[in-house]
């Protein structure tokens, strides 16, 4: 199965707001989403990126003001998903699925995209957006403005799948196919039902762990950034918990990859020949 992520856009933060004991000097971070090929479910996005329509929302609440101060996207038209998706031959209505890991703009915003596309998401956390007023979703990262109208219509929640069971350090979760290629891992801390992916199938094991950290170093060095960082997580006290499960899987060898660490994969699509 090709598994390939795209970059939608730049953001920068001060590297000391990411990590602990960082610089003064502002860090270019990335915004991935993914495209994966899977032979039965076809191409499969992995969340939209920052797209446009993210940048209009108005009246933005204090929290995700904050939010936004941190983390000013500055748009990659290159690999925005419309061109990515062309590159590989597919409109915008080839998309049938479309894995949601969380609800923040960066991952939701161009979801109004692809109108044949069907959600998979936490069907648990989308219950909570609905019954939040608009300003509590705010608080939570989330504008309820960039849901398609029938988004609940076309959710898959996660709660309907098969679960697979943790092996060693491995951990399980919900099987996205049905075929134990794409297992979604629950990754608590920074929003609400906000998931990873673990692609099995690999010579050596991928965990996509969204937003767990900003940077690898976050997770690997055990740096990760204090106050005010925390004041934007979901459930702060989480995040450790969730990060040591990260480096457990790393010392079994899997790989971790973060939607917004500066350092390029394997997986990320090379700049298109000019
Ligand atoms: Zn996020």
Redesign the pocket.
Known sequence: MRIVFANSAWVSAAERLILRGGGWQRVRLRVRYGLIFHPVAGPVLIDTGYTPEALTGEGRGRMLQLYGTLLKPELNAAEQALPVLKRFGLSPDDIRTIIVT?F?A??ISGLSLFRDARFIASDAAWARVKARSPRQNLRH?VFAELFPLDFEARLEGLSAKRRVEAREDVPGGSDLFGDGSVIAVDLPG??DGQFGLLFTGLERPLLYAV?VQWLLTALTENRAPGFPATLIAEDAAAIEPTSAMLRRFLAVGGEVMLCHDPAPTSYDLAPEAA
């Open positions: 969380h923040h960066d991952h990262g920074h929003a937003d």
